[in-house]
C-alpha cells in the first residue's frame, strides 16, 4: 500500500501508476487483459457480476482472509470495464481498507482520494510516454491524425475513444472539446471499428476469478461436490461447466 503523501491528487495518481507499471515490468506497452494482471501479479479476486442499477461500475473491498476484492459490472463493454478495475486497483494501492463504490463520470465534488484513483486509472492504462509515442508514429507516418487514427489508438490501448480524446487533450495533443464536437457531427464511433476491422478487445469475463475456478475444479476432482453442484457454483450450465473443468483440470476429467 502506498503513503499518500503532500503532492496534489493528479500528481500522486501519476506517481504511483509509473511505479507500479516499472514494478510489474511493463514499461510503458499497452495492457492486453488486465485482469489477468491483476489475479496472477497483484493476486486481487475480480468477479464480473451484473451491477445494478447499471451506472456502478465497480466494487472493491479488502478482506484479511481473502484479499482484495474487484465486482466489475459485467453489463458494461471491456473498454469500460478495464477503467473501472484500474480505478478500483488504485483504491487498494492507497485506501487498503476502506470499501468502494464507483460510478464513472460523476466528477463534480470527487474526493481526494477519488482523484487519486481516476488519475492512476488514466496513466496506468494509457502513460504518458507511450501514448505519446504511438500519437507521434502516426502523425511522423501520415503527416497528420485523423479521428479514425484515434479509433485505432484507443483500441490499441484498450480504452475507449472518448477515454483516450480527454487524454490527449490533456496532453495537448488534439484540441480541446474535440470528442464532443465529433460526437455532435454524428461521428460513430462503432461504426469505424467494423470499418477497420477491429475486433472486440481480448477479454476475460468469466463470473468468478481463476482462484475460484480452480478450486472448484479440485473439489469435483476430489469429489467433494457433484457435477450438478459444480456448475452452480459457476453460475453455468453443464455444457459450459464441462469446458472450464477440461480446460483447468490438470487430471483425468470426470465428466462422461
Same mark, same amino acid.
Given at each position: 500500500e502506498y503513503e499518500v503523501g503532500k503532492l496534489k491528487a493528479a500528481e500522486l495518481g501519476e506517481s504511483i501508476a509509473l511505479e507500479e507499471r516499472q514494478r510489474l515490468g511493463l514499461s510503458d506497452k499497452p495492457?492486453?487483459?488486465?485482469?489477468?494482471?491483476?489475479?496472477?501479479?497483484?493476486?486481487?479476486?475480480?468477479?464480473?457480476?451484473?451491477?445494478?442499477?447499471?451506472?456502478?461500475?465497480?466494487? $472493491?473491498?479488502?478482506?484479511?482472509? %481473502?484479499? !482484495?476484492?474487484?465486482?466489475?459490472? *459485467?453489463?458494461?463493454?471491456?473498454?469500460? @470495464?478495464?477503467?473501472?478495475?484500474?480505478?478500483?486497483?488504485?483504491?487498494?494501492?492507497?485506501?487498503? $481498507?476502506?470499501?468502494?463504490?464507483? %460510478?464513472? !463520470?460523476?466528477?463534480?465534488?470527487? *474526493?481526494?482520494?477519488?482523484?487519486?484513483? @481516476?488519475?492512476?486509472?488514466?496513466?496506468?492504462?494509457?502513460?504518458?510516454?507511450?501514448?505519446?509515442?504511438?500519437?507521434?508514429?502516426?502523425?511522423?507516418?501520415?503527416g497528420k491524425v485523423t479521428p479514425y487514427d484515434l479509433v485505432e489508438m484507443a483500441h490499441y490501448f484498450g480504452v475507449s475513444f472518448e477515454a483516450l480524446s480527454y487524454r490527449l487533450e490533456a496532453l495537448n495533443l488534439i484540441p480541446s472539446g474535440m470528442f464532443e464536437h465529433l460526437k455532435e457531427q454524428g461521428f460513430r464511433v462503432r461504426d469505424v471499428q467494423q470499418q477497420l476491422g477491429l475486433e472486440d478487445l481480448p477479454a476475460a469475463r468469466q463470473r468468478l476469478p481463476l482462484r475460484h475456478q480452480l478450486l472448484a475444479v479440485e473439489a469435483l476432482d476430489q469429489g467433494l461436490v457433484s457435477e450438478a453442484q459444480f456448475g452452480q457454483l459457476l453460475g453455468v450450465d453443464q455444457i459450459k461447466a464441462r469446458e472450464i473443468f477440461l480446460s483447468l483440470s490438470a487430471s483425468s476429467p470426470s465428466f462422461e
Open positions: 495492457i492486453p487483459i488486465l485482469r489477468t494482471l491483476l489475479e496472477q501479479e497483484v493476486g486481487l479476486r475480480i468477479y464480473y457480476l451484473p451491477l445494478k442499477p447499471s451506472k456502478y461500475s465497480a466494487i $472493491y473491498v479488502y478482506s484479511d482472509q %481473502i484479499g !482484495g476484492c474487484i465486482a466489475v459490472n *459485467s453489463q458494461h463493454p471491456e473498454a469500460r @470495464d478495464r477503467l473501472s478495475l484500474a480505478h478500483d486497483y488504485g483504491h487498494f494501492l492507497t485506501s487498503r $481498507y476502506k470499501p468502494m463504490v464507483y %460510478i464513472e !463520470g460523476i466528477y463534480r465534488g470527487r *474526493s481526494f482520494g477519488e482523484v487519486i484513483c @481516476d488519475q492512476f486509472a488514466v496513466h496506468f492504462l494509457m502513460p504518458t510516454t507511450g501514448i505519446t509515442r504511438r500519437f507521434s508514429d502516426i502523425r511522423k507516418s501520415k
